[in-house]
């Protein structure tokens, strides 16, 4: 027994001395190392807060739907649009941006002005269809082969681009924008055109609405044409164009017919961002 006890007593010492030296020994290896990292995770504690909501924000708006690569139908963010606002079945919106529209469409009603829409979201390959169809010739533009009348590539793309955008450089892909009741330049001469217009001018900004392509002047100086049809929901689409100039670069605006002109022309500069500057 007592040899026993004698064997058990220095192996709880041996035990003991063995932890408290692997304590101290734990602690002192890993103090500095665990200070600095604690310093670390302080400051990218730090960093992360700061960038919350960017990272938050960035999450929300995927470069996908900045793209426009996307497929409004299965896409939550998104609401198809009654029938009874829109001239063709199959438009999306954001949800946000089409109850602000549903309001502006009621309040015009009863100032006894239509709106209808015409256009709404477009995806990438929509608007590739569309741009690639004047690109090539294949669809007329104002009457025009553009192919033909236009055979040097950055002239052609810059005709296309007076009323028409890059695959991957629509504001039509972020869900916030609208064409409404004609995009025939003839319309905004008659009375009900006019009336039409008038009305957006003074009442749209209510519900969020603004025109991004106004007449060019010294503060506008590049981009598309005036367009009186097309109209944003601003409260989203600022942070679109926001983001859009932070991330999206012209490795990202590939996968369509003429899209080497892009950089040339420099589309992101002088289209993308070249809006009302209300609409930056
Ligand atoms: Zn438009």
């Not at 022309?265 to 070249?274: G, H, R, T």
Request: net charge positive.
């Amino acid at each position: 027994m007592k040899f026993n006890t004698h064997k058990k007593k220095p192996t709880l010492q041996y035990f003991l001395v063995t932890l408290i030296i692997s304590i101290f020994a734990l602690s002192c290896q890993y103090c500095n190392p665990t200070n600095a990292d604690n310093k670390v995770d302080n400051r990218s504690a730090k960093d992360s807060s700061k960038s919350k909501s960017v990272v938050a924000k960035k999450d929300t708006i995927s470069k996908a739907h900045l793209l426009g690569k996307i497929t409004p139908s299965k896409d939550t963010n998104f609401a198809a649009i009654d029938a009874k606002y829109a001239a063709k079945s199959g438009n999306y919106m954001r949800k946000e941006a089409y109850a602000a529209f549903i309001k502006m469409f009621n309040a015009a009603k009863k100032d006894g002005i239509t709106l209808c829409i015409l256009s709404s979201t477009r995806t990438f390959w929509e608007q590739k269809g569309i741009w690639e169809g004047k690109w090539t010739g294949r669809s007329l533009y104002y009457g025009k082969n553009i192919a033909t009348s236009y055979p040097d590539p950055v002239e052609r793309s810059k005709y296309v681009l007076k009323y028409s955008s890059m695959p991957g450089t629509s504001r039509h892909h972020w869900g916030t924008d609208i064409d409404m009741n004609s995009m025939e330049l003839a319309y905004y001469k008659t009375e009900t055109g006019e009336k039409f217009y008038n009305w957006l001018t003074k009442n749209a900004a209510v519900y969020g609405f603004y025109q991004p392509y106004t007449a060019k002047d010294s503060a506008r100086t590049s981009g598309y044409e005036e367009e009186k049809w097309h109209w944003s929901y601003l409260p989203l689409s600022s942070e679109f164009i926001k983001q859009y100039k932070e991330r999206i670069t012209y490795n990202d605006l590939k996968g369509f017919e003429g899209y080497e002109t892009a950089v040339k022309i420099d589309v992101i500069k002088n289209y993308v961002l070249s809006v009302n500057s209300k609409c930056k």
